[in-house]
């Protein structure tokens, strides 16, 4: 079963930059580029929801409103690994941050946490005023 592991997540304040990374490893026989990669978020009190996704190839990317412009995702298939990096980061960034790892070669189904089989634990990021 492949096991997702974050990192990099921390406290900071508002405006501030952060660089998540989330490690694959046990990835069934299959190449860590057979899978797009997603990152999800959940604040408290509130539902998990979509932050940005990488397409298998790394060729299409998407992201939430509430964060483009801001975040970028990026991959390094060499390492099998998934990064998020979070610039002028605000107070409603405040979460538990996820990384999946899919099947989907289609970046729009990619938005949506069905499209995964495999979770990381979460890493916090706590974005002060």
């Known amino acids: 079963q492949v096991q997702l592991v974050e990192s990099g997540g921390g406290s900071v304040q508002a405006g501030g930059s952060l660089r998540l990374s989330c490690a694959a490893s046990?990835?069934?026989?299959?190449?860590?580029?057979?899978?797009?990669m997603g990152w999800f978020r959940q604040a408290p009190g509130k539902e998990q929801e979509f932050v940005a996704a990488?397409?298998?190839?790394?060729?299409?990317?998407a992201y939430a409103d509430s964060v483009k412009g801001r975040f970028s995702i990026s991959r390094d298939n060499a390492k099998n690994t998934v990064y998020l990096q979070m610039n002028s980061l605000k107070p409603d960034d405040t979460a538990v941050y996820f990384c999946?790892?899919?099947?989907?070669?289609?970046?729009?189904?990619?938005?949506?946490?069905?499209?995964?089989?495999?979770w990381g634990q979460g890493t916090q990021v706590t974005v002060s005023s």
């Open positions: 999946g790892a899919g099947p989907s070669r289609n970046i729009n189904i990619a938005m949506h946490r069905d499209a995964y089989d495999y």
């Open positions: 046990r990835l069934s026989g299959l190449t860590f580029n057979s899978y797009t």
């Open positions: 990488l397409s298998w190839r790394g060729g299409s990317t």
